[in-house]
């Protein structure tokens, strides 16, 4: 059964460390999108990969976040220094690139940040 | 403002129950879809609806697209506990590659 993995599941880090999250998309889907879910923003898409090549990472604030595809079976997603604002979840997701209208994006459980 | 706007917010329901909820817009989608997340997971993809006035069936949700695809709507016969969660609406934007997610329908169905 495949599925998007992410690691770590949990993440409690103080204001001004490094948080690094890491998905793994499933095997063979070449489209990769980091989203950030929260109670009062909802779901918000941070970064879309294609084939590796970020597409649009509009949604990521610039100065701190990153978000790289270092091969087809990792994607990160980085936050150097992190902030309170940004606890949330965090969610990658994964697709074939091949829906046509609108593809199905296959989310993995999230990682669950906490900045103190 | 909103592109997709969900009602309502929250629902708190008996197991046995029905229950619609909605997604609206002012803008046309080429397509839209519906996700449930459950507690601590990730959403996961119900349906797919490309047709104005198309009706779709799974089990026992019901989705419909409205006729000028502007609006959609989910209906849940007879909900049971495991109904329990989070119902997202989801449309491409206008340049047709990021998905944007309405804020949900928090659905509790008590046994």
């Known amino acids: 059964d495949a599925r998007v993995t992410q690691t770590p599941r949990h993440k409690v880090t103080e204001m001004g460390q490094e948080v690094t999250m890491r998905c793994q998309p499933i095997?063979?889907?070449?489209?990769v999108f980091w989203y950030r879910q929260t109670m009062m923003q909802g779901l918000e898409l941070l970064a879309y990969?294609?084939?590796?090549?970020?597409?649009?990472d509009s949604g990521m604030p610039k100065d701190r976040f990153s978000a790289e595809m270092p091969d087809a079976t990792l994607a990160t997603l980085k936050i150097q220094p992190s902030e309170p604002r940004d606890s949330a979840v965090y969610f990658c997701a994964s697709g074939s690139g091949t829906g046509g209208n609108q593809e199905t994006q296959y989310f993995g459980p999230g990682t669950r940040l906490l900045v103190l | 403002t909103q592109l997709l706007e969900q009602s309502p917010q929250f629902l708190s329901i008996q197991e046995g129950e029905n229950l619609t909820v909605y997604c609206n817009s002012s803008?046309?989608?080429?397509?839209l879809q519906w996700y449930r997340q459950e507690p601590g997971e990730g959403p996961v993809l119900l349906v797919t609806?490309?047709?104005?006035?198309e009706v779709k069936k799974l089990k026992r949700l019901t989705f419909q697209f409205g006729d000028a695809r502007k609006d959609s709507s989910l209906h849940i016969t007879a909900a049971q506990p495991g109904d329990t969660g989070l119902y997202l609406c989801a449309v491409l934007n206008t340049g047709g590659f990021k998905t944007i997610f309405g804020a949900g329908t928090r659905l509790f169905v008590k046994a």
């Open positions: 990969f294609r084939n590796r090549a970020p597409l649009d």
């Open positions: 803008s046309v989608f080429s397509s």
């Open positions: 095997l063979g889907h070449n489209t």
């Open positions: 609806v490309v047709t104005g006035g």
